[in-house]
């Protein structure tokens, strides 16, 4: 087997494993809209049902449409995730761990949709009582880091000439 796909299988797993184990933790040991203050005035532990995607988006769709989409999209991403690994070389390892960490979130996230019809969010940052960010989980941080290493990889590639 190819280290590229041993490396999904390993990061990806334990992707999984920590943002189930967490959201597990959370949703056995908070009332939902219960909040722990870890950071005065900046971050809490707050168990948040989530029943739209990242920051709530389509979460008012009527149900008849959001259920089907968040039941099918993720699986699409997992197969474009897996298409793209298939095209990435052994050697470009930031690549491989970027679409590792991206598919072990989906799963995590994907795991709740198909268990509970929402996502288990609960990392509450906050400006005091003036701002706050859209409570998120583990799988959403890994999304969002593996996003942004292609993104940066993007940017900061050589720029081939156009001839």
């Known amino acids: 087997m ?8 390993t990061i990806s797993g334990a992707v ?8 597990l ?4 040991h908070f009332h939902l809209g219960e909040s722990i203050m870890v950071v005065p005035k ?7 049902r989530n029943f739209g995607a990242a920051f709530g988006i389509l979460s008012q ?3 008849w449409f959001r259920e089907p989409f968040f039941n099918l999209v993720p699986f699409v991403a997992l197969i474009a995730i897996l298409w793209l690994l298939r095209g990435t070389k052994e050697h470009q390892r930031n690549q491989v761990f970027a679409l590792s960490v991206i598919f072990g979130g989906a799963i995590g996230n ?7 019809k929402f996502v288990i969010d609960f990392l509450d940052f906050h400006y005091q009582e003036l701002y706050h960010f859209p409570a998120f ?3 959403d941080s890994a ?3 593996g996003v942004s290493i292609l993104l940066l990889q993007m940017l900061l590639a050589p720029k081939k000439e156009i001839a």
């Open 61 to 63: 769709t009527p149900i």
């Open 42 to 48: 900046f971050f809490d532990l707050t168990y948040v």
């Open 16 to 23: 999984i494993a920590l943002d189930q184990l967490t959201k």
């Open 25 to 28: 933790y959370i949703h056995t």
């Open 110 to 116: 994907y795991i709740d949709r198909l268990r509970f």
């Open 137 to 139: 989980n583990v799988a």
């Open 143 to 145: 999304i969002v880091c």
């Open 2 to 9: 190819s280290i590229k796909y041993l490396l999904l299988a």
